[in-house]
């Protein structure tokens, strides 16, 4: 076989070789390039995904803090809602009664509170404190009955709060009935009003009748005896 023949099937056979190889590196690039495209829309994908979530996440966000806001609210609202229904029954009250009580529209101040009456027998300190809780009913718009009765009693200490809870005790035996605010006063007139002070009230004012004034009379007739079943 002659030498150069034999030379150039080598020669053709290796580019034959490396075309082959060529076209497949060719084939393996252009897989690779169709791999990474996927890749590369994959990640956009992906990239698009999360800044839908990250918008969500947002709106997430600021609803926990409106409801966050909506529950700090809940208190103010309450007694908004408080305030409305006691407008309400102010309301009704007065359609019923064809009048509008003026106190109930007044703005709210805070009452002072009676000083508690501790049992002392001195008609002047009795009738004050009496006059006291009228005062503090009227005030606290606290209406006649049972409740002015329950009031007053809690402002009572020492010896007097020991007697009525004695005569509480009756009263929840239905040994005797105090229902009522008159009932009430009565009762602690005569349990505590001194046993000679109609005695001494009208010995005063004869006495006062030849060397005081008409106002001296007067302010002893008040720290005597405020009820006029007493002189």
Known sequence: MDPNASHITEVVDQKKSTKQRLDALDGQSTRLCVAVEAIEEKVETAEAEIRELNIQLEESLMMCAAMTDAVALLPDLREEMEAMRLQLRILQRAVGNGQAPAQEYAPRLKIPE??????????????????????????????????????????????????????????????????????????????????????????????????????????????????????
């Open 114 to 231: 009676p000083r508690t009456y501790g049992g002392a027998r001195d008609a002047k300190e009795v009738e004050n404190f009496l006059f006291d809780m009228e005062q503090y009913f009227l005030a606290a718009n606290i209406e006649e009955g049972a409740r002015r009765v329950t009031t007053a009693t809690m402002y009572l200490g020492g010896d007097a709060k020991l007697w009525w809870r004695t005569k509480y005790a009756d009263i929840q035996a239905n040994r005797v009935q105090i229902d009522t605010w008159d009932l009430l006063k009565e009762t602690i007139r005569t349990q505590f009003f001194p046993e000679n002070v109609e005695y001494q009230a009208r010995r005063a004012l004869r006495e006062l009748k030849h060397t005081g004034s008409i106002r001296d009379c007067e302010n002893l007739f008040r720290a005597y005896a405020g009820h006029p079943k007493h002189v």
